[in-house]
């Protein structure tokens, strides 16, 4: 019933941006703590944004600077901008809830920053 669908992911050159959405349904959206992860090869997944439902946000310290978490509880949607982007951003991003439940992990939306 819950279900994550993340889409925007593409391959960047290093200094590039993209903005990744993630329509959300099956729950009362506008009340969810939602948050960006990724996983790159090799590594575990970390998360790297999040919004709560009053719209508080934390970022990860490597991407704060340069990452914006944002929210469009009309169209049921999560947003990730990212600018000035790096090849360690290159992975996997997922959205879930801040407290994530593992049976609700979707396919994702490759990133890769690469010359």
């Known amino acids: 019933q819950v279900q994550f669908v993340e889409s925007g992911g593409d391959l960047v050159q290093p200094g590039g941006s993209l903005r990744l959405s993630c329509a959300a349904s099956?729950?009362?959206?506008?009340?969810?703590?939602m948050g960006w992860y990724r996983q790159a090869p090799g590594k575990q997944r970390e998360l790297v944004a999040s919004?709560?439902?009053?719209?508080?946000?934390i970022y990860k310290d490597s991407v704060k600077d340069r990452f914006t978490i944002s929210r469009d509880n009309a169209k049921n949607t999560v947003y990730l901008q990212m600018n000035r982007l790096k090849p360690e951003d290159t992975a996997v991003y997922y959205c879930?809830?801040?407290?994530?439940?593992?049976?609700?992990w979707g396919q994702g939306t490759p990133v890769t920053v690469s010359s």
């Open positions: 879930n809830f801040i407290i994530a439940r593992p049976e609700h």
């Open positions: 099956g729950m009362i959206f506008s009340l969810a703590d």
């Open positions: 919004i709560t439902s009053g719209r508080i946000t």
